[in-house]
């Protein structure tokens, strides 16, 4: 995981949420992307002020002109 404005970094489960779920996000959106709803989407969830999610998947606009998408993007 890239770093968050400084914040720990921490597994779902030390923050009491269900890691499996997190897991999903990254079928929802990686879905999305592949169905042409969105062109890119990047995910952070955090919980007590620790990141327990990050990801990024697809480009930055639907024609892929301008490249893939980054957590910097």
């Known amino acids: 995981m890239s770093d968050f404005a400084?914040?720990?970094v921490a597994a779902g489960s030390?923050?009491?949420m269900?890691?499996?779920?997190?897991d999903k996000i990254n079928d929802v959106m990686a879905a999305?992307?592949?169905d042409g709803q969105?062109?890119?989407a990047a995910t952070v969830v955090a919980r007590h002020g620790?990141?327990?999610?990050s990801n990024?998947?697809?480009n930055l606009d639907l024609d892929a002109r301008d490249g893939r998408l980054s957590m910097n993007s």
């Open 38 to 40: 969105v062109p890119g």
């Open 14 to 16: 030390d923050v009491d």
């Open 50 to 53: 620790k990141v327990v999610h």
């Open 6 to 8: 400084g914040l720990p």
């Open 32 to 34: 999305a992307v592949a």
């Open 18 to 22: 269900d890691q499996g779920r997190l």
């Open 56 to 58: 990024v998947v697809g």
